[in-house]
């Protein structure tokens, strides 16, 4: 018998687990779920005889390292920090490692051990990274095989909600882990224009965004995504004059998210004690409201926009501006903020999310001008089962399977899947899921 362990049993773990356990009984496997929550892991195996309960503090060795001893194979969907505990036991016991992080620089570190014990350490194998990585080198390849020259690749994802369930002004629910989308863009973000490297600071990044037009959602905002240029030598695509990777939200998003920036809603460097204040009174504060004037006037003058602006009623459907009493404890503002919008950005049991993603090629073949447009659009079917968790779940269940009864050697080192055969059988299977894409060529 074959043994599964996979690390973390959180939202995206859903559609992955339930893979594993489909294909359990035909391949004699044993999955074991580890997580710190009991409760999490209950709802995602009930009681299924071919799965295992491991409640365990992943970073305590004594509880970690007897699992990865057993396993023939671990999948870690914990937080991408806690990855390096598990890739360390890897390394030590000869275990194939997949994760949905991109790599770090730890990992990364690792890269020459890891091929020198002849394993497998597959990286950013889920949604964005993962899929995008797949499907891209899958078009790029295809155009330097008929000698296409690409000029310009730029790469779209967003995890946002259906159009059946968008009930509230921002446009957004959370359908993933809430604390990400509070840091998302913390680093700034890096990308190639027209050949010349673009550094956009935090403080700008969600400023004039600009949109992309999809089919049947209309337009749609985007912002830069981290370091767009760490993948130039990866993607192998030396003749390129723009490269950009970004993440797509609504663009009332983007407009009230750089306004929650702008006041400073986001620090993490200003801890204080909230004890008998207000959210009012953390706005005030952070606004420098001095004496009695009113707080809404204040902030829309602080944001250079009219008081009946959209933004500042956007700000006002999250609470800000309420009498309301601030959760108790020493806390930053970023994290009063998340646990604002963990309240108004929570998804209903019904609830449908939505992914989008789209790449835009620009590429000369024959000394004509062509672009590709390539589109994903995937809808969950309720809050658990979510197009987040099944896009960032599906791919990494698929590669553990091939890998697991043969059917793809697996390639050595620490990696992200660009090679064709990864990305072949694992977006033909995640065809048959309803995760493809649209092209058109114009």
Known sequence: MQTILVAGAGKSSTFLIQYLLTYAPRNKWKVIVADGDADAIRQKIGKNKYSEAAVIDITKSSDREPLVKRADIVVSLMPPHLHIHLAKDCLKHKKNLITSSYISDEMKAMDKEVRDAGLMFMCEMGLDPGIDHMTANKIIHGIHRVAGTITSFKSYCGGLIAPDS?????????????????TAGLGGAKYLDKGRHVEVPYGQM???????????LGSLAYYPNRDS???????????????????????????????????????????????GKTFAAWVA?????????????????????????????????????????????????????????????????EDKDMVVMQHEFEYIHKGNKIKLTSTMVVEGDDR??????????????????????????????????????????????LAHYGISFKEEVS
């Open 285 to 349: 504060g952070k606004t420098m409201l001095n004496g009695h004037g009113s707080l809404i006037p204040h902030v829309a003058k602080k944001l250079g926009l009219e008081a009946d602006d959209k933004v500042i009623s956007m700000l006002k459907w999250l609470g800000l501006f309420e009498d309301r009493p601030l959760p108790q404890g020493k806390k930053s503002s970023s994290d009063i903020l998340l646990e604002i919008l963990q309240e108004k950005w929570a998804m209903a049991p």
């Open 206 to 216: 969600f400023e004039h965004n600009k949109k992309i037009h999809v089919d049947g």
């Open 166 to 182: 968008d009930n509230n002004p921002w446009h957004y629910k959370f359908s993933w882990n809430p604390k990400n989308v509070i």
């Open 229 to 275: 240029l760490r993948y130039l030598d990866i993607y192998e695509v030396p003749e390129i004059k723009t490269f950009l990777r970004a993440t797509l939200r609504n663009p009332s998003f983007c407009k009230g998210w750089n306004a929650i920036n702008a006041l400073g809603l986001t620090s993490q460097d200003d801890v204080f004690d909230t004890g």
């Open 384 to 429: 658990e089962h979510s197009a987040m968790a099944k896009t960032v779940g599906l791919p990494i269940a698929i590669l553990t399977r091939l890998v697991l009864g043969g059917k793809i050697k697996p390639p050595v080192g620490v990696l992200l899947p660009n090679m064709i055969s990864v990305y072949r059988p694992v977006l033909t299977e």
